[in-house]
C-alpha cells in the first residue's frame, strides 16, 4: 500500500482525498510541516509516499502521471510530489531541511513545491510528466480555485489518457489500422485488471498459434496464420498501449515485449517453412536469410544508435534536410513506411501468406527489407561522414561490446598492430570468409583457413584499437553478417535434410543472445558477463568452429553437430538472460521505438 499525506485539511467539497484513494493511496492528513515530517517518518521505507497540498485542483489523471509511475525513483506536479524506496532517503533530507530551516508552521505556500525545490537544489534529478491540457494546480483563492475547476471540467482526462496511450511516434499501418481501436482493447483489458505481461504473453501465443497454421501446408492454414499473426500485432500495440494507459511499467514486461517480437516473427518464419515443405518446396534458406537480413538491419539501427548517443559535434547537412522533410506531412509517413517498420512488415506477410505462397512471401520480404536495409544505412553512413561527431568513450565500449568479440580475437587483440580504421579489418575479413565459403564446396578445407584469418581480422577489427571513427559502428553489423552469413552458405551447401532448420536454429540461438547484450546497454548495464561470451565463443571462435566441423564432417554429421551447437548456446544464454532480467538488478528498458 503506498501512503499519501495531505498536507492541510481538503477545501469543502474537494475530491483529493478519494482521487488519491482511487490510485491505491492510504492517505493521512499532516497539520503543518512538523506533522507532515512524523508521518513521512512513519511510512516504511520499502513504500512508495507523496506529500499532496490539501488544495490541489487538477484531473485524477495528472496525479496518476505524477504520482504512479514506477520507472522514477522521485516526480512531482505542481502541487504534489512523491519518492519509491531509491528516491526516499532524498526526500527525507529535503524534508528534514525545510523544517529546520523555520519554513513556518502553517501551509501556506505548498510544502510539496517547496521540497520539489529543495531536491532541484541538491541536483536530484526529479521526474515532471508532460501534462499537456490536463490540470494540476494549488489555487491560492476562491476566485483561481474556481477558475481551475472551470478548467478541469473543460477537458476530458480520459480523451487524454486514451489518446496518450498511443506512441507519439509510430508506423502508418499501426497509426491509422491498429491504435484507432487497439487503445479500447487496452482500456478494457485495464478495467478487468489484467496487466501488460499477460497481453504479451497473449501476443506470443497467437503468433505462435499462426506458425502452426502456416506449418500445416494448406491453403486454410495459410489463410488462418495470417489472421492470427495481424491479431498477435494487434495484441503487441495493446500490451504498450495497456502498459502507459495504467502505468504498469515493469522491467520484466519491457523485456518480454523486446524479446518476445523477435521470437514471433522468426517462429511465424519457421513455420512458413514448414508449411512450404510440406507441399514440397524447400524454402528453409529464404527463412534463414529473412531472419539474417532483419537481424542485422537491428543492429545497425542499434550500433549506430549508440555511436551517437552521447557524441559531441552532433550536427551533420544530411541531419538538417531530414528534418526539414519532416516538416513536410506527406514525406513523413512516406519515409515510415519505406523502412518497413514492424506494422508494415507484419501486415505484408499476413497478407501475402493468406493469398500467396511462401517462396513469394519471402520473395518479397527479402526485397522490402533489403531495400529498406539500404535506405536507412545509407543515410546513416551519410550523417556520419559529414557530422564528424566525436566519439566518447562510453560509446566506443558500446561497440565493442555490440561486436560480440571472444577469447580468440580478445587474445590476439594484446599483440595485434591496430589499423588507422577498424572497419577496413571488418570489411576484409567479412568479405574473405563470405567469399570463401561461397565458393569452396562442402568438406574443402579452405574455408576453415580463411576462417583462422577472419579470427586475427576480428582481432584487429575490435580488440585492438578503441571504436571511435566515424563509421566504426558498422563494425557490429559487418561481423553479424560474416557469421549468420557463413552458417547458413555452409547449411545450404550440406545438401542434406535437416542442415538449413538446424542452422536456422543455431542462428536464432545467437540472435537472440545478440539482442540481449543490446538491451543491457541500452539499459546501461553493460554487456553480459565475460564468461557468458567466453563460453560461447564469441563471433570469430562460433565462426571458427562452424567452419572446422564443416571441414572434417559429412554433410549429415555437419547437421547434427550444427543441432547441438544450437542447443548448447541457446540453453547457455537464455538461462543466463532469464536470471539476469528477473532478478533485481535489471535495468528498466522501456523501448518506446520499436526498431523497424
Known amino acids: 500500500m503506498s501512503t499519501a499525506i495531505l498536507t492541510g485539511?481538503?477545501?469543502?467539497?474537494?475530491?483529493?482525498?478519494?482521487?488519491?484513494?482511487?490510485?491505491?493511496?492510504?492517505?493521512?492528513?499532516?497539520?503543518?510541516?512538523?506533522?507532515?515530517?512524523?508521518?513521512?517518518?512513519?511510512?516504511?521505507?520499502d513504500q512508495r509516499v507523496a506529500l499532496v497540498d490539501a488544495r490541489f485542483v487538477g484531473h485524477v489523471h495528472a496525479l496518476r502521471l505524477g504520482l504512479?509511475?514506477?520507472?522514477?525513483?522521485?516526480?512531482?506536479?505542481?502541487?504534489?510530489?512523491t519518492a519509491q524506496p531509491a528516491g526516499r532517503q532524498a526526500l527525507t533530507r529535503a524534508m528534514a531541511r525545510e523544517h529546520s530551516a523555520g519554513a513556518g508552521t502553517t501551509l501556506v505556500d505548498s510544502l510539496a513545491d517547496r521540497l520539489v525545490t529543495a531536491l532541484d537544489a541538491d541536483g536530484t534529478d526529479v521526474h515532471r510528466p508532460e501534462l499537456g491540457s490536463l490540470v494540476a494546480a494549488v489555487p491560492a483563492d476562491p476566485q483561481t480555485r474556481n477558475e481551475a475547476?472551470?478548467?478541469?471540467?473543460?477537458?476530458?482526462?480520459?480523451?487524454?489518457?486514451?489518446?496518450?496511450?498511443?506512441?507519439?511516434?509510430?508506423?502508418?499501418?499501426?497509426?491509422?489500422?491498429?491504435?484507432?481501436?487497439?487503445?479500447?482493447?487496452?482500456?478494457?483489458?485495464?478495467?478487468?485488471?489484467?496487466?501488460?505481461n499477460q497481453v504479451t504473453t497473449a501476443s506470443l501465443l497467437t503468433a505462435l498459434i499462426a506458425a502452426a497454421c502456416a506449418a500445416t501446408g494448406t491453403r486454410g492454414g495459410f489463410v488462418a496464420a495470417g489472421v492470427l499473426l495481424i491479431a498477435s500485432f494487434v495484441l503487441d500495440c495493446t500490451d504498450g498501449q495497456l502498459a502507459r494507459y495504467?502505468?504498469?511499467?515493469?522491467t520484466l514486461g519491457a523485456w518480454l515485449d523486446a524479446t518476445f517480437d523477435r521470437a514471433k516473427e522468426y517462429a511465424y518464419y519457421a513455420g512458413l517453412a514448414l508449411g512450404a515443405a510440406r507441399g514440397g518446396d524447400d524454402v528453409w534458406a529464404l527463412a534463414l536469410g529473412a531472419m539474417i537480413l532483419q537481424t542485422c538491419r537491428h543492429v545497425v539501427d542499434f550500433s549506430f544508435n549508440e555511436a551517437n548517443h552521447d557524441a559531441t559535434a552532433n550536427t551533420s547537412p544530411t541531419a538538417a534536410l531530414s528534418d526539414k522533410l519532416d516538416s513536410v506531412g506527406w514525406t513523413v509517413w512516406v519515409r515510415r513506411m519505406i523502412v518497413l517498420p514492424i506494422g508494415e512488415r507484419w501486415a505484408m506477410i499476413a497478407v501475402l501468406t493468406a493469398v500467396t505462397t511462401p517462396r513469394i512471401t519471402f520473395y518479397a520480404l527479402l526485397i522490402g527489407c533489403a531495400f529498406a536495409a539500404t535506405y536507412t544505412t545509407a543515410g546513416r553512413v551519410l550523417r556520419s561522414v559529414t557530422r564528424k561527431a566525436q566519439r566518447t568513450d562510453r560509446a566506443a565500449q558500446a561497440l565493442r561490446d555490440l561486436t560480440d568479440t571472444g577469447p580468440l580475437a580478445e587474445g590476439l587483440g594484446r599483440v595485434a598492430l591496430p589499423l588507422r580504421t577498424p572497419l577496413v579489418a571488418a570489411l576484409s575479413?567479412?568479405?574473405?570468409?563470405?567469399?570463401?565459403?561461397?565458393?569452396?564446396?562442402?568438406?574443402?578445407?579452405?574455408p576453415a583457413l580463411v576462417a583462422v584469418f577472419y579470427v586475427a581480422l576480428s582481432a584487429v577489427a575490435a580488440a585492438a584499437r578503441p571504436l571511435k571513427g566515424a563509421l566504426d559502428w558498422l563494425v557490429p553489423p559487418l561481423f553479424r553478417a560474416a557469421e549468420y552469413g557463413t552458417v547458413l552458405i555452409l547449411a545450404a551447401k550440406a545438401d542434406v535434410n535437416g542442415a538449413l532448420p538446424a542452422a536456422f536454429g543455431l542462428v536464432a540461438a545467437v540472435a537472440y543472445h545478440h539482442y540481449d547484450t543490446v538491451y543491457r546497454i541500452r539499459g546501461n548495464a553493460g554487456a553480459p558477463p565475460a564468461w557468458l561470451v567466453r563460453a560461447i565463443g564469441g563471433h570469430e571462435g562460433r565462426t571458427l568452429l562452424v567452419t572446422v566441423l564443416a571441414a572434417v564432417l559429412s554433410a549429415s554429421q555437419f547437421t547434427v553437430a550444427l543441432t547441438a551447437l544450437a542447443v548448447a548456446v541457446a540453453l547457455v544464454v537464455l538461462v543466463e538472460s532469464i536470471r539476469f532480467w528477473v532478478s533485481a538488478g535489471a535495468p528498466a528498458v522501456h523501448d518506446e521505438g520499436e526498431p523497424a
Request: some cysteine.
Open 429 to 446: 575479413a567479412t568479405g574473405a570468409i563470405l567469399l570463401t565459403v561461397a565458393f569452396a564446396p562442402y568438406g574443402n578445407r579452405l
Open 9 to 45: 485539511q481538503p477545501v469543502p467539497g474537494s475530491s483529493i482525498e478519494g482521487d488519491l484513494r482511487s490510485l491505491g493511496y492510504d492517505v493521512r492528513v499532516a497539520a503543518d510541516p512538523a506533522d507532515a515530517e512524523t508521518l513521512l517518518a512513519q511510512v516504511p521505507g
Open 246 to 250: 495504467s502505468l504498469q511499467y515493469s
Open 68 to 81: 504512479t509511475d514506477p520507472r522514477f525513483p522521485l516526480a512531482a506536479i505542481p502541487g504534489a510530489v
Open 149 to 196: 475547476r472551470q478548467a478541469v471540467a473543460a477537458v476530458d482526462d480520459e480523451a487524454v489518457r486514451l489518446k496518450s496511450a498511443v506512441k507519439s511516434r509510430d508506423g502508418f499501418f499501426t497509426t491509422f489500422f491498429i491504435s484507432p481501436y487497439s487503445r479500447y482493447i487496452a482500456r478494457w483489458c485495464a478495467r478487468r485488471g489484467l496487466t501488460p
